[in-house]
Nanobody
Framework: QVQLVESGGGLVQAGASLRLSCAAS????????MSWFRQAPGKEREFVAA????????YYADSVKGRFTISRDNAMNTVYLQMNSLKPEDTAVYYC???????????????????WGQGTQVTVSS
């Protein structure tokens, strides 16, 4: 059974940092593109960041560029999201997702992903 399990969320003040982790099990994700999405109340799920399986190249939403860093440890089957300089508008449930590497051109799209975690809440107070 394939599982993606996120952890590391919490309640922080604006300007603080958090590090999210996504532990994958049930298969090897070394050939998958791994991404983070988020969904705020009343809003659609939106892309945050992705990392390629080929050369660890990364891609970020403009709203988080320069503040968030995605990384992966294939040996541990884990992907991370380091979030710095958090803002109240970053408040959301953050989801980890996995898509076959062949779908890299479609990583912004929710439908490209085969596997999703259950989400972890991040709340940033002003």
């Amino acid at each position: 059974q394939v599982q993606l399990v996120e952890s590391g969320g919490g309640l922080v003040q604006a300007g603080a940092s958090l590090r999210l982790s996504c532990a994958a099990s049930g298969r090897t994700f070394s050939t998958y593109a791994m991404s983070w999405f988020r969904q705020a109340p009343g809003k659609e799920r939106e892309f945050v960041a992705a990392i390629s399986w080929v050369d660890d190249s990364t891609y970020y939403a403009d709203s988080v560029k320069g503040r968030f860093t995605i990384s992966r440890d294939n040996a541990m089957n884990t992907v991370y999201l380091q979030m710095n300089s958090l803002k109240p508008e970053d408040t959301a449930v953050y989801y980890c997702a996995a898509a076959p590497g062949s779908r890299w051109s479609r990583i912004l799209r929710v439908m490209a992903y085969d596997y999703w975690g259950q989400g972890t809440q991040v709340t940033v107070s002003s």
